[in-house]
């Protein structure tokens, strides 16, 4: 079975550093774009950005650059979503998914079970 | 930047037939998805490449493209199909930028 599986619930002082993880297990992790998308707590989806974790080849949302790293390690499954200074406003579920597979086209799927990022000042 | 428009909501009965529309630009040379979200879940694709359905998604889904409209329809819906529904496409310029709709809450009154 394919599943993406996320790291757990964080909670952290506004300023600090925060990188969360993405797992994919059951396929060749290296031959999928995986995707970030934020979801502050009674809103929408809103995509990230996505990285090849075959060869690190990342795109941005323009909303996103330059506000978090995504990165990759094809040797354990792993991707990752990084903050280096965190903001309250960061408050909110943070999924990954897969793009493409078998019978979705370019579609996400699956995706991980979220990650919730708590942000105190 | 590139947006999808949604409306905020639609209602229906039990057994009536919802459509769902999400306006775009570019949706004549992009695909749709449609993902559905439950409280709590994470978000599941119910229709990719505009029309197509996935394997176990019920055949009460469907999707249709006309020009720079893409319409998600649940016929006979259940109360069960009571969800957030998102399009996804990305924008004509070809650097592999997705955007997703403001969501739609269905309610099954």
């Known amino acids: 079975e394919v599943q993406l599986v996320q790291s757990g619930a964080e909670v952290k002082k506004s300023g600090e550093s925060l990188k969360i993880s993405c797992k994919g297990t059951?396929?060749?992790?290296?031959?999928?774009?995986i995707g970030w998308v934020r979801q502050v707590p009674g809103k929408g989806l809103e995509w990230m950005g996505i990285i090849n974790p075959g060869d690190s080849d990342t795109r941005y949302s323009p909303a996103f650059q330059g506000q978090v790293t995504i990165s990759a390690d094809k040797s354990i499954s792993t991707a990752y979503l990084q903050w280096n200074s965190l903001r309250a406003s960061d408050r909110a579920v943070y999924f990954c998914?897969?793009?493409?597979?078998?019978?979705?086209?370019?579609?996400?799927?699956?995706w991980g079970q979220g990650t919730l990022v708590t942000v105190f000042s | 930047s590139y947006e999808l428009t949604q409306p905020p909501s639609v209602s229906v009965s039990p057994g009536q037939t919802a459509r769902i529309t999400c306006f775009g630009d570019?949706?004549?040379?992009?695909?749709a998805y449609w993902y559905q979200q439950k409280p709590g879940q994470a978000p599941v694709v119910v229709i990719y490449k505009d029309t197509e359905r996935p394997s176990g998604i019920p055949e009460r889904f469907s999707g249709s493209s006309s020009g720079t409209i893409v319409t998600l329809t649940i016929s006979g819906v259940r109360a069960e199909d009571e969800a957030d529904y998102y399009c996804?496409?990305?924008?004509?310029?070809?650097?592999?930028?997705?955007?997703f709709g403001g969501g739609t809450k269905l309610t099954v009154l």
């Open positions: 996804q496409s990305s924008d004509s310029s070809g650097d592999s930028l997705w955007v």
């Open positions: 998914a897969r793009l493409g597979g078998d019978n979705v086209g370019r579609s996400f799927d699956p």
């Open positions: 570019a949706l004549p040379k992009q695909y």
């Open positions: 059951g396929y060749t992790f290296s031959n999928y774009w």
